[in-house]
């Protein structure tokens, strides 16, 4: 059974750090791609960064120069280490990953399969 488990969340003040990280367990391979995707309620869900089996990496405008995604492939962990976070980061942090296919984009929500359960980031002014 295909499993995502993040962790890592947090609060802390602005221009804080945290590292989230994510395991997937349950698949044998290294899936196409991952990334790293964040909610509010009653709000559609943000593509943060994506990662794909290559090391090619996207990022939202909101979050680059400050964000930064990486994965060790060995153990099919993902990690985001952000930087510099602002009181707009807080949020519900979800990894996902894609094992269909290629991804052609690596932030559109819509083209990952499995999903994790969410990590809570808070950041204070």
């Known amino acids: 059974q295909v499993q995502l488990v993040e962790s890592g969340g947090g609060s802390v003040q602005t221009g804080g750090s945290l590292r989230l990280s994510c395991v997937l367990t349950?698949?044998?391979?290294?899936?196409?791609?991952m990334g790293w995707f964040r909610q509010d309620p009653g709000k559609e869900r943000e593509g943060v960064a994506g990662?794909?089996?290559?090391?090619?990496?996207e990022y939202a405008e909101s979050v680059e120069g400050r964000f930064t995604i990486t994965q060790d492939r060995s153990n099919n962990t993902l990690f985001l280490q952000m930087n510099n976070l602002e009181p707009g980061d807080t949020s519900m942090y979800y990894c996902?990953?894609?094992?269909?296919?290629?991804?052609?984009?690596?932030?559109?929500?819509?083209?990952?399969?499995?999903w994790g359960q969410g990590t809570q980031v808070t950041v204070s002014s």
């Open positions: 990662i794909d089996r290559d090391g090619t990496t």
């Open positions: 349950g698949y044998r391979w290294n899936p196409y791609c």
């Open positions: 996902a990953a894609r094992l269909s296919s290629t991804c052609a984009y690596l932030v559109r929500y819509r083209l990952y399969d499995y």
